[in-house]
């Protein structure tokens, strides 16, 4: 009838994903719940709670970019578990991997996390993601995020532990992140402007080669 009358259509959110993602203009579209957000959002989130600039540089952590990268590349692995102390940057390394990946969501919530959450995002050709990084996990719900995800043929899943630097398992790569040597520590300080020389050796020991630490 033409451009000039209004119609509201109710659809289910797939298949409006999937109508919207028909137009070649459109890289894609996610609808989600409000525990979902992209890296770039998570990254903004850890640069507000810890008072972060977003100028402030990522720093070191080569090793270990490089193996998340290698296990998003690796298409016979589909979970991957990291783990470190409290306050490592464990968060921060993982949404820097991931933010050069296509289609990448996360959540700080596990606890509130459905499988059938997890298996909306696995159903190929519903909704565009294709790697999930699930953060603040318990050694617990690793276990099951695991288990879960292996039975998948397209999601991929890293698992972020909450401080459990001991975890182990047979089912996934684990990653276990340390602390910052003290020449990516004196980096960081040289990249806070509002920390002049005489701070900067004490607040070096504080962090003992957490960044969170230091940061907060």
């Keep these: 009838d033409g451009w000039g009358k209004r119609r509201l259509f109710v659809v289910p959110g797939g298949m409006l994903t999937t109508y919207i993602n028909s137009y070649p203009t459109l890289r894609y579209g996610f ?8 890296p770039a959002e998570a990254i903004r989130g850890l ?7 977003d100028t402030w540089p990522f720093i070191g952590r080569l090793r270990e970019i490089e193996r998340l990268r290698a296990f998003l ?8 578990v990291v783990t470190g102390p409290l306050l490592v940057g464990k968060t921060r390394l ?25 298996s909306r995002l696995d159903e190929t050709g519903a909704l ?12 617990r719900i690793a276990d099951r995020l695991v288990a879960w995800t292996n039975a998948r043929e397209r999601l991929k899943v890293i ?10 398992t047979a089912e996934a790569p684990v990653i276990r992140v340390e ?26 020991r504080v962090a003992d080669g957490s960044p969170g630490r230091l940061l907060k």
Excluded: M
Aim: one cysteine or more; aromatic letters at 8%.
């Design 31 to 38: 609808f989600g719940g409000s525990s979902w957000s992209t």
């Design 47 to 53: 640069q507000r709670r810890y008072g972060e600039s």
């Design 73 to 80: 590349a690796n298409p016979h692995e589909r979970a991957c």
């Design 94 to 118: 993982v949404l820097e991997a991931v933010g050069s990946a296509d289609r990448a969501v996360y959540t700080d919530e596990p606890d509130e996390l459905e499988q059938s959450d997890l």
């Design 128 to 139: 565009p993601v294709s790697v999930v990084v699930v953060d603040g996990c318990s050694a």
């Design 159 to 168: 698992i972020v532990l909450d401080g459990a630097a001991g975890y182990e």
């Design 179 to 204: 602390g910052l040597d003290s020449d990516a520590i004196g980096k960081l300080l040289r990249a806070i402007p509002e920390v002049d020389w005489q701070k900067h050796q004490w607040l070096e």
